[in-house]
């Protein structure tokens, strides 16, 4: 297994190509920074990626809801999704990671598999990161500018309008669906930077031979390529592979979008997130995809609580028990407290995976040594000299 990572993650990283990325800071830098195309393109990039003034109204950017310090995913763990920039607008998801998110493939049905691979969202419906950057501008619950116009002329009005026309060229900004396709790719190439994938945690270090687990990370570690299958998902480097499935994960009751004015939720409280089964672009019957969405990366799981699709998880241990008693505790009727004596029902009934989690027999000890081990996957880590 050891040995097998390594490769991989050495594969990986020459795969990104990344010494020469801008941003890094500590290369010798031999070539003018400011004349190299791609570092032009990146530094474009991280303009449009935090620039506030790109909503209607003006105050929110990607970054609002994908901040580095809570490793790329909202900042604000208080709510289980993302508030828009209408402040009683709300979207219906838990903001997911941007980190590592570049190391999707594109999305596809795997005919081998006979499963629907990578993508970007929960259920994939962007089948790229360009594709996917194009969609927050014009979500009316996110940064809602009326059109792809409102976007492009805030940039064009922009104290960087002579940065975009350096990568894309003279003019550039005066052909709208040109250069909002260009706006994505900008954002697309930071986000492909290495600052986004650093595979900095304690946990690579291990790996790489260069820092020891705890005893109890240990055990964690053996729990998670054993006794508690998560492998079999969350496989490494990534601690994905990109498929979808349904853990039966319930409802959010405090979920904000069941608030939201009918125009956005005419359902209210009775919504029902279908994941992958309402993905638009799928080839074969949408009932056998309900309820499924992505197997999310786990690297800075720690830092990005609250956790699954509507955030109805709020520390890394309720996960676990989850997967660990889904199936031993009764549901929750209406008395009884959730993942105490009881779990409440899946919000998709069908296609649940009962094979792999549900009742994995761990003790409280083997819980708490699986939740070590998820917080030594936190980047940034610096091993002692
Ligand atoms: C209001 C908060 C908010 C804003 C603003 C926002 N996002 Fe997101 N982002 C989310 C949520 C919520 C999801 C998950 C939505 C879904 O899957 O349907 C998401 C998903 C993503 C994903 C997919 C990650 C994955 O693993 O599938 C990427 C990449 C991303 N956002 C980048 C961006 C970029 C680029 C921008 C700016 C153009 C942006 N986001 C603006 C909240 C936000
Ligand atoms: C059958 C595939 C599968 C297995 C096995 C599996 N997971 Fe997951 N995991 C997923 C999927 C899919 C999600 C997202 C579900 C959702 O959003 O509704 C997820 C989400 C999570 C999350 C929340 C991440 C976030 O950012 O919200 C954690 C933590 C997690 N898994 C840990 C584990 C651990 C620990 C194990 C082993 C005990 C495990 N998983 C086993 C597929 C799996």
Redesign the pocket.
Known sequence: MAIKFIATSITFTTLLGLAGCGGGGSAPVEQEPDTDPLVLKQDLGKR??SDTN??TPPG???A???EAVTGFA?PDSNLP?????HLDRF????????AY?VQ?PEFHFDQNRQKYIG????????AN?AE??K???LNP???ANPDKFTVVQKIRDSDYADLFEQVYGVDSLNDTETAFDQVADA?ATF?KMEQFSPFTSKFDFVMKGEEQFTEQERRGFQLFDGKGQCFVCHQFPLSTDHSYSNLGVPKNPDNPFYTVAAEFNPDGSDFVDWGLGANPNLVTAASLENGKF?V??LRNVAITAPYM?NGVFKTLEEVVNFYNTRDVLPRCGATGTSGVDCWPAPEVAENVDTELLGNLGLTNEEVADLVAFLKTLTDGYVPPQ
């Open positions: 449009l990626f790109l909503s929110q950017s990607c609002s809801c994908h909202d999704v993302s508030q828009g920039v979207g219906n998801r838990n903001a997911p990671t941007v998110a999707a993508g970007q969202f929960v259920d994939g419906r962007a990161l996917q950057a969609q927050p501008f619950l996110e940064m954002i986000e992505k999310p990366t699709h």
